[in-house]
């Protein structure tokens, strides 16, 4: 059974730096074909794509946050962290953790999700 | 690649039939998925590859499409149904990721 569960801040101050903590069972990020990602939805929003990190250490990150975000990963824990520097009201957001799947070549979906964590950025 | 869903909020009354309608800005082949999330929770996948059924989602839930234009079909609607559903593509390389508005289902 895949789970993944999101932990971190639940307040930070404008200016910081966030960082989250999925912790994810059912699976390893060893295995071919595999990936976490993160997502976000700010309240009473749609849902952004944020990052993605596969099980050979390649990562991708959204374009418009590219220079803000780092995506890790610790499979000895079970372990993906992002941090995004800078932070803003704007990135107010409850944040998800999700596992991803190959289905073919160079392409992923995502199945299982995390309950998510909300991040107010408040000062 | 830009996701357009419509319409915003659709009205149906329970046991009828809804069609949810989702539109890519350029073809994102059958690499399109549908999810379905409940206030306060998580988003839950229902189908992938354009037409596959998640597992352990009743058959009611079905989808077609591929290219630019796909539907989702939720025959028989039952009370659960009523809340948001996102098409979501993942086609683009290097990847890119992106969600529609979503379509809020609401009782008639």
């Known amino acids: 059974q895949i789970t993944l569960k999101e932990s971190g801040p639940t307040l930070v101050k404008p200016t910081q730096t966030l960082t989250l903590t999925c912790t994810f069972s059912g699976f390893s990020l060893t295995t071919g074909g595999v990936g976490v990602a993160w997502i976000r939805q700010p309240p009473g929003k749609a849902l952004e794509w944020l990052a993605l990190?596969?099980?050979?250490?390649?990562?991708c990150y959204s374009p418009s946050l590219r220079s803000r975000l780092t995506i890790t990963k610790d499979t000895s824990k079970s372990q993906v962290v992002l941090t995004m520097t800078n932070m803003d009201p704007v990135d107010t957001a409850t944040y998800y953790c999700?596992?991803?799947?190959?289905?073919?070549?160079?392409?992923?979906?995502?199945?299982?999700w995390g309950q998510g964590t909300l991040v107010t950025v408040s000062s | 690649i830009v996701m357009t869903q419509s319409p915003a909020t659709l009205s149906v009354s329970p046991g009828e039939r809804a069609t949810l309608s989702c539109r890519a800005s350029?073809?994102?082949?059958?690499?399109l998925a549908w999810f379905q999330q409940k206030p306060g929770q998580a988003p839950r996948l229902l189908i992938y590859?354009?037409?596959t059924r998640a597992t352990g989602i009743p058959a009611r839930f079905s989808a077609s499409g591929s290219g630019t234009e796909f539907t989702l079909t939720i025959s028989s609607l039952q009370s659960e149904d009523f809340v948001v559903y996102y098409c979501q593509q993942y086609n683009d390389w290097p990847p890119l990721y992106t969600f529609g508005q979503g379509t809020k289902l609401e009782i008639k």
């Open positions: 350029q073809s994102v082949r059958s690499n």
């Open positions: 990190i596969y099980w050979d250490d390649d990562k």
């Open positions: 590859d354009a037409s």
């Open positions: 999700v596992h991803s799947k190959r289905i073919a070549t160079q392409t992923y979906y995502f199945d299982y």
